[in-house]
């Protein structure tokens, strides 16, 4: 089991990477400096991470470890970097966030379920740490969260942590029910971008 | 006593979901999907109380209670349902949304006070806990917080956490007190609305 | 030291007032009531700090100590009085208010070192407890936070919490460290008022 840990590690790390690199493409449409960019690519990367451990009352994972930080950081700066030469296509980001997405929901709903939250609780909290950064990215840039619009992206991550805790109850061991919950959460969300499914769209009669 | 406090914890979840209720209300202006509209309603409903247990440090009181979420969720997703047949008048949440911040703003100034706070900072607790979860709301959906220029609304909400605070400290029987603050949060709303009641609005000049 | 513990304290409270009454002429521009002004006054002057002592799990800062609390009223209330008489220079603020940044830097990287935090935490605390009111503040008024395209705001905040930790490293006594820091904040800050320093803007190819 010791090498799934470090690999689960790493995965970790590459999500907070990938989203501080998605949080910069995005400030890039306002005119930000370089801090400001920083900012928005730490508080997308580690905002949904950040939320969950202040409601847990557990210590927040970036102060216990400053891997996260660090990788945030130079992943922003990289990302600030390369896209003032490189034009990149928006595609190419579509496959690492969606597993950003789905390691990010397993995680919180284990850490959820190790501090005894009930399971609607720990659901929640696999949503919250999946979405929140880029709910707080978007209030920053001063739009209407993309999260809530987008293709299937937090009912992917909800369904996901929904099975997780479905195969926990069933007595399936937790390594296997994670690698489910987070397959689930990708084929969702895939299956959304590519087929274009959507939750109906909800305008009030006024 | 048994008798009050299941009143007042039917109150209380009573209140979760009229706010639930009108987050949906308000998110119905946008095009939010549905998950969109869950959230909305989630943290208008749960967020004042939210952020008074982050604040003073308690266990956040919807994950040591999960009815509170659950009642979030389901009034929610009534309101989805509902407002796609029937048109809704406004008025009509106008008295139950004025019940709820009465009785917010008198539980959240009265864990403020369990928790030794001084007065000042537990009046203040009462007003966040009231008013908090609609300007969340608000920003998620991108709009100047309504709380802000709305009649009275958190005026309402301090007057009456005031009034509790000076009646605990002239040795009134915190059932009592805690009537009577409800009380005047409700007298004052309920006569802004209908009087058009207003603090001066304040333009700088420039 | 008992001078300069003194001396420090009342420099706070004085950052305190000085957000305060930078929040209510940022409000000013839209028309909320005198109950919103206080709401962006608090924001504005005890967020930064509020959110440090949450992701570090103390007491915040102002429920331990009220008086934080009543500067920041009385300030952001006797600007909201002035501000309808007077027309305040925005540039009578700029001096005041670069102080503040200095001083909130200083003892934010300092909270957080007593806490045990590792250096880049903790030159990232001192930077939150620095700017993170004024975002709170603009996006509250539905802007673009201006830290992000402002002249060197938050890089001279930075800039400073790494010198103080460098110079913490390097054996140089807590008091001198908080010095030379606190001076290097401001010298950066004015020079770059003064002189348009700017960090590189960033649009994104597209």
Known sequence: MQG?????????IAGVAVNAAAGVLDAGRKPFDLFGMVVVALAA?????TLRDVLLDRTVFWIADQSNLIAAIVAGLATFLVVRVVRLPPRLFLLPDALGLALFTVS???AAI????PWLVASLMGVITGVFGGIVRDVLCNEV????TAELYATASWAGALLLLALLEAGVSP???ALAGATLVLVIRLGAIRFKWRLPVFIARS
Do not use: N
């Open 175 to 177: 390594g296997w029910a």
């Open 45 to 49: 990367s580690l905002g949904g991470g």
């Open 145 to 148: 969260p993309l999260v809530f």
């Open 108 to 110: 919180g709903t284990q």
């Open 114 to 117: 190790a501090m005894g939250a």
């Open 4 to 12: 799934i840990e470090s690999l689960l590690y790493g995965i970790g």
